[in-house]
């Protein structure tokens, strides 16, 4: 029993590494959007996941680890993610940043 959930634990390490490095490739939080390379998917609004659950995730394993990322956050474990995100730097910002002009005409 114990080599069991020695395996689940190296499985979940290695999903978390592999959720942490996938980015949105397309749509609103893609590479157009938010150049260079799309925003993580553990930073992916909990309201966008739950579109695609609704609709149905893409096909193929980016939309396996969506469903992943939308399940965690759904049932309040977000706070998994926060050491993935340290690890980069911290979470994703979604909003531009604006650009502060003070005119004086």
């Known amino acids: 029993m114990s080599d069991f959930t020695t395996i689940d634990r190296d499985d979940f390490r290695n999903l978390l590494e592999e959720i942490g490095k996938t980015r949105m490739p397309f749509g609103k939080f893609g590479i157009k959007a938010y150049p260079p390379s799309g925003v993580p998917i553990i930073d992916l609004p909990e309201e966008y996941l739950s579109w695609f659950k609704e609709r149905g995730f893409p096909k193929g394993r980016l939309g396996e680890l969506m469903a992943q990322v939308c ?8 706070s998994v993610f926060d050491p993935l995100r340290r690890a980069a730097g911290g979470r994703y910002r979604l909003q531009p940043t604006r650009r502060r002009s003070i005119g004086f005409d």
């Open 71 to 78: 399940e965690i956050k759904e049932v309040g474990m977000d």
